[in-house]
């Protein structure tokens, strides 16, 4: 007979959302990144995972000792339980800690839920202040609520690609998954409302978040644009929409962008560049001035900012106080003195893959939980007993035959 320990491990960790537990269901990249930034504030997330290979992201190369580095990415500070929901004692197990939690979150299809009798009308019955936020593409109403969607399609559908690239070349996708990204972060602020919302009245709700209109939520001012004028604004390189100059600008070794977005840091640059002329120059006096006459304006820029290399460029504008910076690589980023020094970069001992270097979170509370502990991404069911155990109060016998059955899984060794 197979020997189950109780093995409880009580968290240290601290912060704004100690105290709150999230059931989270999803997988790949919306959900998890939005169970990621409560996880970072301090809430106890319990990762729920089919057997197998569990979530799907653990199979994407490129691999740091057999863990994928997409699952590392976003996973930090949760625990895994893996778990067949399908079955009987799966689903059981299942509505149990949702009993425990404070949080649903799921991004399967609309119906999937309903299907599996985990939609919210059936778990306020068990839990009435539980709080559901499902995430999907389109959405829980409307004729498109049953259809597939990635980040990719999502791009498409927004309108977001079609501002993307250059005018003279094809609509581009973002370099950053941001429909998958932007819908985690939507679901954040939308959790932490409900939250807030439970401790004044006590009540639960549901949260309907469509990946589709949190991007489209994400145009702001070129929204604006189309509703105001009824033409929806174009592709413009790297180049702003309407202030000039915005954009990427070509130096003698390469490329910095400037920022000149109000009429302080134009005069400034301009000071700084020895044409004052500009300053006074009817063209080119306001923002609008400046748009209209941007083919005339670009051409006088481009031929004064070959002059100098990057470094020549930085050390000028740095001292008359204009926006600007060279296009760093990804490592060139990461690397940079104001990430090192600023603590974002964090590390964490995994015991497969060992130390790993993940981002952290960019929102910094002063205290101890600023330098709490990180736990690194849990292995494929690494916390099953333990919540078994803890949460749904079985026994080890009673683990123990879950575990012959098939029905949950530990991580293998």
């Keep these: 007979m197979t020997t189950i320990k109780k093995t409880i491990k009580k968290s240290k960790r601290s912060g704004p959302l100690s105290g709150v537990r999230i059931l989270d269901l999803s997988r790949v990249l919306a959900g998890p990144f939005c169970s990621m930034i409560l996880a970072d ?3 106890e997330i319990i990762k729920v995972e089919e057997l197998g290979v569990g979530d799907q ?4 190369p490129p691999f740091l000792k057999g863990e ?35 949080v649903v979150l799921e991004n399967f299809r609309p119906d999937v ?27 829980a109403k409307g004729a498109m609520k049953d259809k597939p969607s990635f980040d990719l399609v999502t791009q498409a559908l927004s309108g977001v690609m079609s501002i993307n690239g250059y005018p003279d070349g094809p609509p581009t996708k973002l370099g950053l998954p941001l429909g998958d990204i932007g819908g985690g972060l939507w679901a954040a602020i939308g959790i932490l409302a409900a939250l807030n919302e439970k401790n004044i009245t006590g009540k639960g709700t549901q949260i309907d978040l469509s990946l589709l209109e949190g991007l489209m939520g994400l145009l702001g001012y070129l929204a604006e644009i189309f509703l105001v004028t009824g033409k929806s604004p174009g592709r413009m390189g790297n180049n702003h929409h309407n202030i000039v100059p915005y954009g990427l600008m ?6 910095i962008v400037l920022a000149l977005h109000v ?19 009817a063209r080119f006096k306001t923002v ?36 600007h910076g060279p296009v760093n690589t990804v490592g060139q980023a990461i690397n940079q003195p104001i990430i090192k020094k600023s603590g974002f970069l964090k590390e964490t001992l995994h015991p497969t893959a060992g130390k790993v270097k993940v981002l952290g979170s960019p929102l910094h509370f002063p205290g101890t939980f600023e330098n709490s502990t990180i736990a ?31 029905i949950i899984a530990t991580p293998k060794p």
């Design 41 to 43: 504030l301090g809430a």
């Design 57 to 60: 992201t653990r199979t994407i």
């Design 68 to 102: 994928s580095h997409y699952f590392l990415s976003i996973n930090r500070n949760k625990k895994s339980i893996a778990l067949d929901s399908r079955t009987r004692e799966g689903k059981k197990i299942l509505l149990t800690l949702v009993k425990q939690c404070d």
């Design 113 to 139: 839920m309903k299907r599996l009798g985990l939609d919210y009308e059936t778990l306020k019955k068990i839990k009435p202040d539980i709080i559901h936020c499902s995430i999907s593409g389109f959405g």
């Design 250 to 255: 070509k130096v003698k070794d390469g490329h």
């Design 263 to 281: 009429g302080s840091f134009w005069r400034n640059f301009c000071k700084a560049i020895s044409r004052d002329d500009l300053i006074t120059d």
């Design 288 to 323: 609008k001035d400046r748009h209209i006459n941007r083919t005339a304006l670009e051409k006088i820029l481009d031929r004064i900012m070959l002059t100098r290399t990057i470094k020549e460029w930085q050390k000028i504008l740095n001292k008359a106080d204009v926006p």
């Design 376 to 406: 690194p991404p849990p292995r494929l069911g690494e916390h099953t007993i333990e919540i078994l155990s803890s949460l749904a109060k079985l026994k080890p016998a009673a683990i123990a035959q879950l575990l012959r059955l098939g």
